[in-house]
């Protein structure tokens, strides 16, 4: 049962709510090559916009960069970036080895100018103050940067700009043929949970995974989908009772989901999921609002891929390979499926 509550609790904070809190900040050292804002954990805890992405000359692959971690020239293999966003820079130049740059100082000041920017060395100093310690980045014939202060400072002096593509690009949005694939997802996501419908637990779910017969064809490997439906067919009251949900507290909460999502409709897009946690930004997690029995008095749902909360009921999928998988459950869903039956 210890594992059971694990997993609740995950869900809880996790899974349906629309903030998450970070127990600890993440270390950047180490962050592998392809982390979200090359590992910055301010920029990861704000979600940051980033507007332009500059690395130093010679070290702007991943071929590069695991050389110059070969030869020293970096601690580890994350890109040494200097990624600016509205008014603040959020720097990774402490994996450089020549930096003698505090290696916590990892979020700057920015300050904009006509020909570059700078980069405001202490905390107390505003834009605009000519005594203000800085790096001041300013633009070349070939479009890159120049620091010529940097020097003194162990980094780099030439940069360039290699902004990072959009990690989660959504592709045109044809509702038709989002509920074509939702129909085949969900035939198939109700035979996988076939096992899992009576006397479901942990030892189980182990068993039909040692036994190659795991879900990952139709939900996203540790999920929250997978923690929220391992924790619903293993203890349905108890799951419940943790997201303190009004209504029918019952056995058969996985069957009902499956019945909810064989009548259900796919009836807008809400974008990407705003996802609060970074260990799961590369699920690249759509937004999929459903029409669901019960739901009918709801207000319409908002269009252009705008992601609103208390309104329609919506799962999470993401789509590979050409087909759909199950990201996560949403708190609307599971007042749906919680609700008392409507006596007829």
């Not at 130049?93 to 570059?116: I, K």
């Not at 400072?153 to 592709?171: K, M, N, Q, S, V």
Request: aromatic residues 6%; contains cysteine; charged residues 20%.
């Amino acid at each position: 049962m210890l594992g059971v509550v694990r997993v609740l609790l995950v869900l809880v904070s996790c899974a349906v709510a629309s903030f998450a809190t970070f127990a600890e900040e993440p270390v950047d050292a180490g962050a592998p090559l392809n982390a979200p804002y090359d590992g910055n954990h301010w920029a990861m805890l704000v979600r940051a916009r980033i507007e332009a992405r500059y690395l130093p000359v010679g070290l702007s692959d991943d071929a590069a960069i695991r050389r110059a971690v070969a030869d020293g020239t970096l601690r580890e293999a994350v890109y040494p970036s200097v990624q600016l966003d509205d008014d603040v820079a959020y720097l990774m130049t402490n994996v450089l080895t020549g930096s003698t740059l505090d290696r916590r100082r990892n979020l700057l000041a920015l300050c904009r100018q006509a020909d570059g920017f700078q980069l405001l060395l202490d905390d107390a100093d505003r834009c605009g103050n000519d005594g203000a310690r800085h790096l001041r980045f300013v633009q070349d014939a070939s479009g890159g940067m120049v620091c010529a202060a940097c020097a003194s400072l162990g980094l780099p002096t030439h940069w360039e700009r290699h902004d990072r593509p959009a990690r989660c690009p959504l592709p045109a949005w044809d509702r038709a043929a989002a509920q074509r694939q939702f129909d085949v997802w969900q035939q198939r996501f109700a035979q996988d949970m076939q096992p899992y419908l009576h006397a479901a637990s942990d030892a189980l779910w182990q068993a039909q995974v040692d036994a190659g017969r795991s879900v990952d064809a139709t939900v996203v490997p540790a999920s929250r989908a997978s923690a929220a439906l391992m924790a619903m067919s293993t203890a349905p009251e108890a799951f419940a009772d943790t997201l303190d949900v009004p209504g029918e507290r019952r056995s058969d909460l996985l069957a009902h989901l499956l019945t909810l999502l064989r009548t259900a409709t796919v009836i807008g897009r809400g974008g990407l999921y705003p996802e609060p946690e970074p260990a799961l930004e590369a699920t690249c997690a759509q937004v999929w609002y459903l029409q669901l029995p019960g739901t009918a008095g709801l207000t319409p749902v908002p269009g252009d891929d705008r992601f609103v909360r208390g309104d329609a009921p919506f799962i999470t999928v993401q789509q590979h390979g050409g087909q759909l998988r199950l990201a996560g459950l949403s708190r609307e869903l599971v007042e749906v499926l919680l609700a008392p039956a409507r006596a007829d």
